[in-house]
Structure formats: structure tokens, C-alpha cells
């Protein structure tokens, strides 16, 4: 009996330590783990459960569509744009230490401010001349909006790679 206790008692102490880290991550607006890892001595099975945790939420996001607008506190410039999240690729492989993830997503509808003029974001990132820094710029967005609703995609140690197109 006692050792059921102690488990329990470790486990909600463990529970409340992550809920910590979640916490700081949103306060704190944080997007590499090494700040985590070296603040508060995370070790290799911290980032597994937190990579785990992002995964299994990951998965949940497919079929679910996105407004830049909806996130105030997120800055995207003059980015608005809706954007659906077609499917979650866990390639099981590692780049620079973090394990690689590949958001396929579509881009909806949006528009764009260019030199002050309106421009519909998907004709935007199709042009010859800057349409490479605005498919940046929106991979940027997308991949800003997950690490905001997911933050255990910081912890998890997650290089996400967003793959938008219209």
C-alpha cells in the first residue's frame, strides 16, 4: 500500500512539474527546448513524454481548419489567411537532434498587404517574383499557430516543417 502512494504521489508531483513547463512555454512565448532543457534539467525521458504528448495531439488537428485572425497575440504582419491541416507525417527521423514532423496543410483563402496594395495570398505565393518569401512567411504562420495551440511541440523537441499550398 505504501508504495501505490508513493507512486501516486510521484506521478502528481511529475503531472504538476509539467503543467510548470507547459506554463512557462505559453507565458514566455518559447520556441526552442534548449531553454527548457538547460532552465529546468530536463532529461531524455521529460522530452519523450512532451513528444509523445505533441503527437498524440498533432494527430488531432488533421481535418481542422485555421484563421490567422483568431491569434491576436501571435504576429503575422499583414498575413491573413485561413488554412485547413490535410494530414500529420511522423517521418521517425531526426534532424540536428529533434525528430522531424511534417504538417501538410491547404491555404483556404487570405490576403496580404504588398508595398500597400491588397493581394489574395494564394496568387501572392505563386509569384515568380516573391512568391518563395511568401510561402516562407505563411509555412512561418502555420507553423507559429501549432506551437502556440501545442506547446509541447517546444518541449517534445519537435522540428516541424509546414508544407503549405493552395
Same mark, same amino acid.
Given at each position: 500500500?505504501?508504495? =501505490?502512494? @508513493?507512486?501516486? $504521489?510521484? #506521478? %502528481?508531483?511529475? *503531472?504538476?512539474?509539467?503543467?510548470?513547463?507547459?506554463?512557462?512555454?505559453?507565458?514566455?512565448?518559447?520556441?526552442?527546448?534548449?531553454?527548457? =532543457?538547460? @532552465?529546468?534539467? $530536463?532529461? #531524455? %525521458?521529460?522530452? *519523450?513524454?512532451?513528444?509523445?504528448?505533441?503527437?498524440r495531439?498533432?494527430?488531432?488537428?488533421?481535418?481542422?481548419?485555421?484563421?490567422?485572425?483568431?491569434?491576436?497575440?501571435?504576429?503575422?504582419?499583414?498575413?491573413?489567411?485561413?488554412f485547413?491541416?490535410n494530414?500529420?507525417?511522423?517521418?521517425?527521423?531526426?534532424?540536428?537532434?529533434?525528430?522531424?514532423?511534417?504538417?501538410?496543410?491547404?491555404?483556404?483563402?487570405?490576403?496580404?498587404?504588398?508595398?500597400?496594395?491588397?493581394?489574395?495570398v494564394?496568387?501572392?505565393?505563386?509569384?515568380?517574383?516573391?512568391?518563395?518569401?511568401?510561402?516562407?512567411?505563411?509555412?512561418?504562420?502555420?507553423?507559429?499557430?501549432?506551437?502556440?495551440?501545442?506547446p509541447?511541440?517546444?518541449?517534445?523537441?519537435?522540428?516541424?516543417?509546414?508544407?503549405?499550398?493552395?
Open positions: 500500500m505504501k508504495q =501505490i502512494i @508513493r507512486k501516486i $504521489l510521484k #506521478e %502528481n508531483r511529475q *503531472e504538476k512539474y509539467y503543467n510548470i513547463i507547459i506554463n512557462y512555454i505559453e507565458k514566455n512565448n518559447i520556441r526552442d527546448s534548449n531553454e527548457l =532543457i538547460d @532552465r529546468f534539467g $530536463l532529461g #531524455e %525521458n521529460d522530452i *519523450e513524454y512532451f513528444e509523445g504528448e505533441a503527437l495531439q498533432l494527430d488531432e488537428l488533421e481535418g481542422m481548419s485555421f484563421n490567422t485572425n483568431d491569434y491576436p497575440s501571435l504576429s503575422f504582419g499583414s498575413y491573413e489567411f485561413k485547413g491541416i494530414r500529420v507525417v511522423n517521418y521517425e527521423t531526426f534532424y540536428e537532434g529533434k525528430r522531424e514532423i511534417e504538417i501538410d496543410t491547404k491555404i483556404l483563402s487570405g490576403i496580404l498587404d504588398i508595398n500597400g496594395e491588397t493581394v489574395d494564394m496568387a501572392a505565393a505563386i509569384d515568380n517574383d516573391y512568391g518563395w518569401e511568401v510561402q516562407g512567411e505563411m509555412q512561418d504562420c502555420v507553423s507559429d499557430i501549432i506551437r502556440y495551440l501545442i509541447e511541440t517546444v518541449a517534445g523537441n519537435l522540428q516541424i516543417d509546414v508544407n503549405a499550398h493552395a
